[in-house]
């Protein structure tokens, strides 16, 4: 885990949140098997999502990432930072830009709120053509004194 944050925009850890605090980085390289695969793996069966044919007679150049895979690359974003002291209560997202194969999305957050135990983070997902998700995320700790 990080330090403490001593001034806004330093790395923090889930215990020493404070707002302003920035979670590190992720960079996560996408290829059609990790496309289809975690479509596949949230039940999204939508053609676009594994066919580039279908992709492209619905105006798209290829295959592209499912919402349900994106919501899956958040969670485990913000619960690889935030370890097993604490659990997801609300997550929502807005997409932007689709995520295609070969695309590297870089996910990056920043705790936006702390009210209580409650942790509030804004995380972006970003590509090289702009934002492909924004998302408001609150944790909360597991039990016992996680913060």
């Known amino acids: 885990m990080s330090e403490l944050a001593s001034a806004p925009g330093d790395t923090v850890s889930f215990p020493d949140s404070r707002v302003g605090g920035r979670l ?3 960079d996560l390289p996408l290829d059609r098997t990790t496309i289809v695969a975690t479509a596949i793996a949230s039940q999204d069966f939508e053609d676009v999502h594994h066919d580039p ?10 295959i ?3 919402i349900n895979s994106t919501n899956g ?3 485990r974003y913000v619960t690889d930072w935030s370890g097993p002291a604490a659990r997801i209560t609300r997550v929502a997202l807005r997409l932007g830009v689709p995520n295609f194969p070969g695309d590297t999305m870089r996910l990056t957050g920043e705790v936006t709120g702390v009210d209580g135990d409650a942790v509030m983070l804004r995380v972006l ?12 995320v609150t944790l ?3 039990g016992g004194n996680a913060r």
């Open 125 to 136: 997902g970003s590509n090289d053509r702009g934002v492909h998700v924004t998302a408001e």
């Open 73 to 75: 690359f958040i969670d």
């Open 53 to 62: 044919g279908k992709a492209q007679e619905r105006g798209t150049p290829d």
């Open 24 to 26: 590190p980085a992720l």
């Open 140 to 142: 909360v700790p597991t």
């Open 64 to 66: 592209f990432m499912s």
